[in-house]
C-alpha cells in the first residue's frame, strides 16, 4: 500500500466532508471509492479508519462506514481542548524559541500579510501554529495537539474558504500572538492563542448552522 496515496484519499475526503459536499449520513463505500480513485480497496480502508479517528466518519448500518454529523456542541469541546492545549504551548514557546526561531516566525506572519488565496493561507496558518508547537520543547504537549490536530485542522482551514473576513482577522491574530511571544510574555500568548483557536471555532459555528437551516 501506498501512505501517500491513503494520505492523498485522507485529504480529499476531508475536504468533501469540510466544505460541506458530502453531508452528514452519506455512505462512505470502500468499491466505490477505490473505483473513483483508481487504487485498491487497502489505502481507502487506511483513510477510512483515519477518518474515524478523527471523528469526521463512523460506523452505520452493517458496520458501514457514513460520514459523521458534527454537532456545533461537539466541536466547541473540541475547539476548547485544543485551545487550551495550544495555549500553553504558546507560552512555553514565549520564553524558549530562541531568537533565529522568533525571526522564522515572523517571516510566516509577513508571508500571510500577502496572501489572499484561502487555500494557500490555510498552508501558511498550519506552518505558524507548527513553528509555535515546535518551538515549546514539549513533546507530550505537542503529541495531545496532534491528536486534537487530526480532527480540527481541516476544520480551521475552512475558515478561510466559508468567511472571506476570516483571513483579515486570523493576520491580526498572528501578529498579535508573534509580537507577544517576541516580547517573551508568556500569558499574552496564552490569551492571544486561546482567543485565536475560539475565532476559528465561532466562525465554524456559524458556518455549521447556516447548513442546518
Known amino acids: ?14 475536504d468533501g466532508i469540510v466544505a460541506g459536499r458530502m453531508p452528514p449520513g452519506e455512505p462512505l463505500v470502500e468499491q466505490s471509492l477505490a473505483e473513483q480513485f483508481g487504487v485498491s480497496r487497502t489505502p481507502v480502508r487506511e483513510a477510512l479508519h483515519r477518518l474515524e479517528q478523527a471523528r469526521l466518519a ?28 495550544e495555549s500553553a504551548l504558546a ?7 530562541s531568537e533565529i526561531e522568533r ?18 493561507y490555510g498552508e501558511i496558518n498550519a506552518r505558524f501554529h507548527e513553528s509555535i508547537k515546535s518551538g515549546a520543547r514539549n513533546g507530550i504537549l505537542a503529541a495531545t495537539l496532534d491528536e486534537l490536530n ?8 475552512a475558515n478561510f474558504h466559508e468567511d472571506s473576513s476570516r483571513l483579515a482577522s486570523s493576520r491580526a491574530e498572528h501578529h498579535a500572538i508573534a509580537e507577544a511571544i517576541r516580547a517573551q510574555d508568556a500569558e499574552a500568548t496564552r490569551r492571544l ?11 465554524l459555528a456559524d458556518v455549521l448552522a447556516k447548513r442546518t437551516t
Open 1 to 14: 500500500m501506498s501512505v501517500r496515496t491513503a494520505e492523498n484519499i485522507f485529504e480529499t475526503l476531508v
Open 150 to 157: 487530526l480532527r480540527t485542522l481541516a476544520w480551521r482551514a
Open 103 to 120: 525571526r522564522q516566525l515572523g517571516a510566516i506572519v509577513e508571508e500571510g500579510d500577502t496572501c489572499d488565496d484561502p487555500q494557500a
Open 58 to 85: 463512523e460506523r452505520g448500518a452493517r458496520r458501514a462506514f457514513v460520514v459523521r454529523r458534527m454537532a456545533p456542541e461537539d466541536l466547541a469541546e473540541l475547539f476548547e481542548a485544543a485551545g487550551e492545549v
Open 193 to 203: 492563542m486561546r482567543s485565536h483557536v475560539a475565532s476559528s471555532y465561532i466562525v
Open 91 to 97: 507560552a512555553l514557546a514565549a520564553h524558549r524559541m
